[in-house]
């Protein structure tokens, strides 16, 4: 590709997602987007990565879908558009491996969306969070499916019919994000959280993952017997008979990469 919209790197068992368009507010466009589908699938086939930390340069994490991208469309024609917009929403819920979203600055309309898409979010104090196309006479869709995961039916309407934007404590609070941080303190806190989980065995992090995301639209008793499933495949497994033996021997394990 001629122009590296988005970077990537690895450091160990954690690889490094950078949101490189800062000039302009790393906002969407279509090179952008297939840029980083294309990296989400490079970690996620890459056996060796457990966790994959998601951030942005310049002042701002994300601020949604460049509106110079918007001219007359046709229905179709901007169907097509936001499915290739759209594809990390996919790309996040499908993947075994799980992702952390650091973000400082705005995040906003699809920004926000990738924020809230990830597995887990750790935010600057100084980010703002908003669904925010709505005041230019679009609609934050996109991102509603992730919020509604964490929000619920009606603080999702509030949120996308106002536009209003909120700041990263009231984002924490209202279970948008998992962590608040000093912004000088972002990237060692998304790298602390993701040494913790890459430390631990990786195909309990693929199925617990798994396992919570089927719990969530489940019903309750098919849930739990989902859950008995996938916990009776994990501990026929090398990891688990590694765990508990390491356990039981009071010595670190041994976790084999996959």
């Not at 104090?125 to 709505?134: M, P, W």
């Not at 089927?214 to 688990?240: I, K, N, W």
Request: aromatic letters at 6%.
């Amino acid at each position: 590709m001629s122009e590296d919209l988005i970077l990537s790197c690895k450091e160990g068992a954690i690889g490094r997602i950078t949101l490189n368009r800062p000039e302009a507010m790393n906002t969407f466009t279509i090179p952008f987007a297939e840029q980083l589908d294309t990296a989400l699938w490079a970690m996620e086939d890459d056996p060796e990565i457990g966790v994959v930390i998601i951030d942005a340069a310049g002042k701002n994490f994300c601020t949604g879908i460049s509106l110079d991208q918007f001219p007359s469309q046709t229905q179709r024609e901007a169907r097509e558009f936001l499915y290739q917009i759209d594809a990390f929403y996919h790309t996040l819920a499908r993947m075994k491996t799980v992702t952390i979203a650091a973000v400082h600055g705005y995040a906003l309309a699809n920004g926000a969306g990738l924020a809230f898409g990830c597995d887990l979010t750790v935010a600057a104090d100084t980010a703002v969070f908003g669904t925010t196309a709505i005041n230019v006479g679009l609609i934050c869709l996109g991102p509603a499916a992730p919020m509604m995961r964490s929000l619920g039916l009606k603080k999702t309407l509030e949120m996308v019919l106002t536009g209003e934007m909120i700041k990263a404590a009231e984002a924490e609070r209202l279970g948008l994000v998992n962590k608040v941080v000093p912004e000088e303190d972002l990237k060692e806190a998304a790298n602390s959280l993701a040494g913790k989980l890459a430390a631990k065995s990786p195909l309990a992090l693929q199925i617990g993952k798994e396992g919570i995301n089927r719990l969530h639209d489940t019903p309750y008793h098919q849930g739990l017997d989902v859950m008995d499933d996938l916990f009776a495949t994990l501990c026929s497994t090398e990891d688990a008979v590694e765990g508990v033996s390491a356990f039981l021997a009071k010595r670190p394990p041994l976790w084999k990469k996959r």
